[in-house]
């Protein structure tokens, strides 16, 4: 039976394919080290511009802080590139920026849309490494995203400041070289709401936690829980929920007759304001009498943001913040005003850490006095600062995590206005906040990686 | 409509002579009808490898989006064999990538680093795991049987989610970890603790050397698929889509070849999910939910069902939507549109804006109504169209029978 060959055999097809492929690969290879300097590095600028990345969520239940982060970081932008008035360019001592871009680059910008999920934030920021040539990542509204992409960025030799990011992990456990954060962080909360909470409320309470199921809702769940039973509160039930999960009844209608006292909230953006308004409106749990004491809801990561959203329902809770436009210091009324009057709101706690992340990073770059990331790291590595609105600051070197005075908030019974919707209860002192930077594990792991320009 | 063009020409209506031919003869048939074939193959081989080139000036000639047009691509082509091939359509297709994707990282955890290793792993166990739901999914058709693919995959997003935490690490993501085993490659002497990206034999499978791993992986998978089409086992598929019940009559059970079916796309799906985790040891279940099932219909369906290269082209059609079109902002508008006037410009700006950026899923739904509501065969019988059209130009005439498709 003859069988007939094809002009192509199988083989030479796929050696062909090979060989091709092979082929193709060598040009790139040539073109990335042509243009290396002196120190060969992911993306290093050759142009009049750097290129920075803002990776936020535009959909999903942070869509909110993403809108608001990525206002924040185009004004961070301006200001470092001497447009406006500056903003806290100004104001941060010490401080080696110029307001004529970062080491006389201009600042260019790109963004891109992390839909709150790993997959889609990696993407979007290898997008960012690969095509756009980002030397920085910031933004983030949820620490699945942050832990994802900052353990991407170590990999491809690219800074991330995180944004929004809470998780003890973030600078815990998954902690990495090329990660920094300067917001504050579930345990830190902890130790902020704790002494507040017993003063409030007595400490022969009994609490129900809802949590949002991520790596932000865990260890803000262990941090809160531990805090609170430290006081000799107990814990009735911890129940995880799924993030954005839009309808939280049914696991808000066993928390009465659970025996518990208090409903502890580890919910943040959209979920919070749905869980919180279902709590109060549709139970009505804020009048109701358990264990012959008043029921009380707490919600440890509080913003103003969210409180916009839930209405009167934030009304007497209390909870923790990074930062409110309200506080009573120089930049944070310079950055009030500046923000305001470009977009007509006052900045978020979210608005805020981005907007001070990414001048932080120039400023880390002008005293490196190179694009180097092994050298801008080392410059921010136990950074101490003042003049971002929270006081006196310091970048741990061990863990990337700043440490500053965390603020417990509570929502105002009579707001005068709808950006007035928060009163700070107590500024907890940073040395009271401040941790062994050994207690959560992990490591930073090398600086000198090769990372996309291998 | 579309089910008579998609059939006629590898045809139903010389299946019958062909099935009751010798196996012998059926071989010759097949070899003498894949001239043309390879052809296409070879084609098809060029354009993928020289995608870099091609692709760069509309902004897609970076990496990681042409790594994820390859794996998206055998994803489709995969999802088609089923669907397109037999007409049964599976709402449930994501489990297999994530199924996948969630092996290749525990290999890569466990044994070693070599992408080979997790990819054939991921394979064997998106293909058992498309045995089982297969198996009960299959005793309905229609409807039914999307429904109960459905339910498996979304049971399988929430389990993954709540209890299979322990296996799946939950919201957060499966990673590697410097405190990994990695037995065989601490037998081979490597450093376990040193973190290391995926490998095939000492070629890190990142950026360029990534894409081209997937990419010949891709052109495999399509002469897989070629394969299979121009087979009797092909000819069982679509003669089960013309008429299943005409089959079981004739004496045939179906059910073993629908099995079959079903379990190889479900192999290709974790292929698929395998190489999202070499190109990015990161494995979530978000691969797993009721969306991303919905995706991979969308791709076939706007590239042409039943198509051997429409499936590839909708899953790029549909990435590139994603990355890009979800990338542009208001400034890059205003970049773009600068060689017009002021308020012109604004005015352009304004009403492109809601088209891209956030709004990409809109330019999806809209791109996807207009090709079901004109080109029911997806964007291949658009090519079709179109050649028709230039021949028809070419010999002077009128174009007539081209338009009496709609």
């Known amino acids: 039976m003859p069988i007939e060959t094809p002009a192509w ?67 961070a932008v301006q200001h470092l590139n001497g447009e406006g008035d500056g903003g806290l360019v100004n104001t941060l001592k010490p401080s080696n920026l110029k307001g004529n871009g970062i080491l006389g680059k201009k600042v260019a910008y790109v963004t891109g849309d992390t839909q709150t999920k790993s997959d889609a934030a990696r993407a979007s920021a290898k997008r960012m490494i690969e095509s756009d040539k980002v030397l920085m990542i910031s933004g983030g509204s949820s620490s699945g995203v942050a832990v994802a992409v900052q353990s991407l960025c170590q990999d491809m030799g690219v800074m991330f400041m995180a944004g929004l990011t809470h998780s003890n992990d973030t600078t815990g456990k998954d902690k990495r070289r090329y990660g920094f954060r300067h917001f504050f962080n579930a345990y830190m909360s902890g130790q902020a709401l704790g002494p507040v909470l017993a003063e409030e409320y007595g400490t022969d309470r009994t609490a129900y936690h809802l ?95 969210m409180a916009q959203g839930a209405g009167d329902a934030v009304k007497g809770i209390l909870g923790t ?114 941790y062994d930077a050994s207690i959560f594990g992990g490591e930073l792991g090398p600086s000198d990686v090769k990372g996309c320009a291998a | 409509m579309s089910e008579s063009v998609l059939t006629s020409e590898k045809g139903i209506g010389r299946s019958p002579a062909e099935r009751h031919r010798p196996k012998g003869d059926g071989m010759r048939g097949f070899m003498s009808s894949s001239r043309s074939d390879y052809v296409i193959l070879a084609i098809f081989a060029l354009a993928v490898l020289t995608m870099p080139v091609w692709l760069a000036p509309i902004g897609a000639g970076y990496p990681d989006i042409l790594q994820k047009f390859a794996i998206f691509g055998i994803f489709a082509l995969g999802f088609n064999i089923l669907f397109g091939f037999s007409g049964y359509l599976s709402f449930g297709h994501a489990a297999f990538l994530g199924t996948g994707s969630y092996a290749a990282v525990w290999m890569f955890k466990l044994l070693s680093m070599n992408a080979l290793i997790a990819v054939v792993f991921a394979i064997v166990v998106a293909g058992i795991f498309a045995l089982l739901i297969g198996y009960v999914s299959l005793r309905r058709s229609g409807i039914y049987f999307s429904i109960l693919t459905l ?110 079916a079903f379990v190889i796309s479900g192999m290709y799906a974790g292929l698929a999910g395998g190489l999202l985790a070499v190109t990015d040891p990161l494995a979530g279940a978000d691969r797993m939910q009721w969306t991303a099932s919905g995706e991979v219909v969308l791709m076939t369906i706007l590239g042409g069902v039943g198509t051997l290269l429409g499936p590839v082209i909708g899953a790029a059609v ?89």
């Open chain 1, 321 to 434: 913040a990074n930062w409110d436009w309200k506080l009573d210091n120089e930049a944070t009324k310079v950055l009030a005003k500046s923000f305001g009057e470009e977009y007509g709101s006052p900045p978020s706690q979210a608005a805020h850490t981005c907007y001070v992340q990414t001048l932080l990073y120039a400023n880390a770059v002008e005293t490196a006095g190179t694009f180097y990331p092994p050298e801008v790291i080392k410059a921010l590595e136990g950074f101490e600062f003042d003049g971002m609105g929270n006081g006196p600051t310091l970048y741990r070197a061990d863990d990337h995590q700043c440490f500053k005075d965390v603020l417990v908030v509570r929502g105002k019974e009579n707001p005068t206005n709808q950006f007035d919707l928060m009163e700070i209860a107590k500024v907890v002192p940073r040395d009271q906040v401040t």
């Open chain 2, 151 to 260: 339910a498996f995959a979304q049971m399988s997003y929430n389990l993954a989610y709540s209890v299979l935490t322990p296996i799946t690490n939950g919201e957060t993501g499966l990673q590697t970890s410097r405190s990994d085993p990695r037995i065989l490659d601490t037998m081979m002497g490597a450093d376990p603790h040193i973190l290391r990206t995926p490998d095939f034999f000492g070629i890190a499978l990142q950026g360029w050397p990534g894409f081209y791993f997937c990419a010949i992986l891709l052109i495999l998978a399509f002469f897989v698929t070629m394969r299979i089409k121009n087979s009797t086992f092909g000819l069982m598929l679509f003669a089960i889509k013309s008429n299943q019940n005409r089959m079981n009559y004739t004496g045939f059970s179906t059910r073993p070849y629908l099995l079959a």
């Open chain 1, 211 to 305: 949590t949002a199921d991520y790596t932000w809702g865990w260890t803000q769940e262990e941090s809160i829980k531990n805090a609170t039973e430290a006081l000799g509160w107990k814990t009735a039930q911890t129940v995880r929920t799924p993030l954005g999960a839009g309808d939280f009844s049914q696991y808000l209608t066993p928390v009465l007759n659970s025996g518990a006292d208090v409903l502890i909230l580890n919910h943040y953006g959209g979920d919070m304001v749905n869980s919180l308004r279902q709590a109060v409106t549709q139970f009505d749990m804020k009048s109701k009498q358990v264990n012959g004491k008043q029921f009380e809801i707490v919600v440890p990561l509080f913003s103003e943001l």
């Open chain 2, 318 to 406: 549909m990435k590139y939507l994603e990355q890009i079109f979800s990338s542009f902002n208001e400034g890059f508008l205003h970049r773009s549109f600068d060689f017009l006037p002021t308020g012109l410009q604004d005015f352009v700006v304004t009403i492109v804006s809601p088209f891209v950026g956030e709004g990409w899923h809109l330019t999806l739904g809209l791109l996807f109504m207009i090709v079901v509501i004109f080109l029911p065969g997806g964007i291949m019988e658009g090519i079709a169209h179109l050649t028709r059209r230039f021949r028809k130009g070419e010999t002077g005439g009128s174009g007539q029978t081209a338009r009496t498709g709609h």
């Open chain 1, 9 to 75: 055999s199988r083989r030479r097809l796929l050696q062909t394919s090979a060989a091709l492929g092979a082929g193709l690969a060598i040009p790139h290879v040539f073109v990335r080290n042509a243009w290396s300097q002196d120190k060969v590095f992911c993306n290093n600028p050759t142009g009049g511009t750097v290129t920075l990345g803002f990776n936020v969520p535009q959909s999903g239940p942070y869509a909110d802080e993403g809108a608001d982060e990525l206002r924040a970081f185009q004004l």
